[in-house]
């Protein structure tokens, strides 16, 4: 499969079913009231973290993904049935941007980990939900609300607690395909690992997720090679394993080898100044490794562990210290945490329409004629349709707790006036 470690999708949340206008009909009933049902809420739109997926690539050819509308309501105080919610899968390890990609909106770090990205509309009032005992007869009804509509960005940060970096041949498959239950594709040519493989490494009955991360190069934190796509999987790593080939013909110049990886991590980011890293030689099953360990060892002054991959050679003994060095990694991190004492504070969650922005632009169009621009005056335009009387009582009702009419004549309206609301002309008072 294609791997796609970043796409930008528009999300669209169910709108809400109407509400209807209906009377009872019945034998023997001579004034059936009214029993006009509300419409159902529209689909919620989440993100789930799963485990099974580890690319982005169908999410990205989806461009649009949208959640069910919700059913208007129906006779006999039928209500509409709520709108199917969707489930977006995504891999566990990726952070959800807003659509500007600085603002983290989620990190999904956790195997069924969900969070409600888009809300569907709340669904329309039937004229049922209006009887009162000053009006019996209501012809009211609303529309359902709009859906929540997003556009965000994703990106795959894998969160693997110890990553495998080295240059390109330096046995990263091999290591990981021998250690735990990844299998690989292992071939003697550059970039043989395109995508960053993850697999489980057990231990005394405990288990860790390594990751191999395909071939940094010189320039890898400037873009070159394939390393600057997949530099940032490794920046939530608790323990690196530097991997380095002490064949010459893989490594004709092994400090600089060893130099050009610590190099790029540094440039990337600083966070690898700090981070544990453990090196090891590889491939001591070459002819001449003694010449090449002898050099690094010098250049770094403390002996370094060596392993054949290949030949499963120290590879055990490795995965313990690993084991070792993780847990002395975790508990180092928890003697640092700062434990936070939160103040609860209740707060009354309030209504969409409670919380509409009652700002009000007024623009002259001509003599007599003047443009309203509110979006609270929209919202309830698009929720109170102005087709039955009493609808319309109820609008000129909000326009009238919108002060339009005031803030209209502060700009030069007067009373038999004109203003405009979303395409439709009232009369000023």
Partial sequence: MQFVDEC??????GKGGDGVVSWRHEKHVAEGGPDGGDGGKGGDIYVIGDYN?????????KKLISAEDGVNGGADKLFGKGGKDEYVHVPVGTTIYDSTGNKVIIDILQNGQVYLLCKGGKGGHGNAFFKSSKNRIPALYERGDYGQVCEV????????????????????????????????????????????VL??????????????VPGLIEGASEGKGLGFDFLKHIE???????????????????VASYKTITKELVKYHDIFKNKPIIIVGNKTDSPDCENNLKKLEKFLKKKIFT???????????????????????????????????TKTVKVRRKNEKDILPRDIEVKKLYDNTFEIKSN???????????NTPDNVVRFNQKIANSNAEKIAKKHGAISGDTMVINGVEFLID
């Fill in 236 to 254: 939530r790593c608790y323990v690196l394993i530097h991997l380095i080939s002490l064949s010459s013909f893989d490594n004709p110049d092994i």
């Fill in 8 to 13: 930008r999708i528009l999300l669209k949340a």
């Fill in 199 to 212: 697999g489980t490494v057990n231990y005394k009955n405990k288990s860790l997720i390594f990751e191999d």
């Fill in 53 to 61: 997926d580890n690319s982005l690539f169908n999410i990205r050819n």
């Fill in 153 to 196: 960005i994703m990106k795959i940060r894998f969160c693997a607690d110890i990553g495998i970096i080295g240059l390109p041949n330096a046995g990263k498959s091999t290591l990981i395909s021998n250690i735990s239950n990844a299998k690989t594709k292992i071939g003697n040519y550059q970039f043989t690992t395109l995508t960053p």
């Fill in 307 to 341: 392993i054949s991959a290949k030949e499963k050679h120290n590879t055990k003994e490795l995965v313990e210290k690993i084991f070792i060095d993780y847990q002395k990694t975790i508990n180092s991190l928890k003697k640092l945490e700062i434990k936070k004492i």
């Fill in 376 to 386: 609270y005056l929209t919202y309830w335009m698009h929720k109170i349709p102005l």
